[in-house]
């Protein structure tokens, strides 16, 4: 399986962007999917995450109120709708997915309990 991030881009503090994550196939009939950032000089940390059906829904404390993590159409795409973004949202976002469901993850917020990666789009909030 493989995941293609895209976009990303430059945006003032207080603008918005989405990101989309689209998987070659199918990650099972069940199955997680989250995003991830990581900024130059620091460890790569949770953003939010996402059961197949749609529900439940995870997010970081940094980032709730703010993002909306959502399923595509295609049941094999994910949306992170971003919204008020701050310079410190600066950083490489990445998709992750694994093929079991969320309710079976209880430490959906670590980078370890995911499968499938995608290559990362950056995000650039200017003050």
């Known amino acids: 399986v493989q995941l293609q991030a895209s976009g990303g881009g430059l945006v003032q503090a207080g603008g918005s962007l989405r990101l989309s994550c689209a998987a070659s196939?199918?990650?099972?009939?069940?199955?997680?999917m989250g995003w991830f950032r990581q900024a130059p000089g620091k460890e790569r940390e949770f953003v939010a995450a996402?059961?197949?059906?749609?529900?439940?829904?995870y997010y970081a404390d940094s980032v709730k109120g703010r993002f909306t993590i959502a399923r595509g159409n295609a049941k094999n795409t994910v949306y992170l709708q971003m919204n008020s973004l701050k310079p410190e949202d600066t950083a490489v976002y990445f998709c992750?997915?694994?093929?079991?469901?969320?309710?079976?993850?209880?430490?959906?917020?670590?980078?370890?309990?995911?499968?499938?990666w995608g290559q990362g789009t950056q995000v650039t909030v200017s003050s």
């Open positions: 196939e199918r990650t099972g009939s069940t199955y997680t």
């Open positions: 992750a997915a694994r093929s079991r469901d969320l309710f079976s993850m209880p430490n959906y917020s670590q980078s370890r309990e995911y499968s499938y």
């Open positions: 996402i059961n197949w059906s749609g529900s439940p829904t």
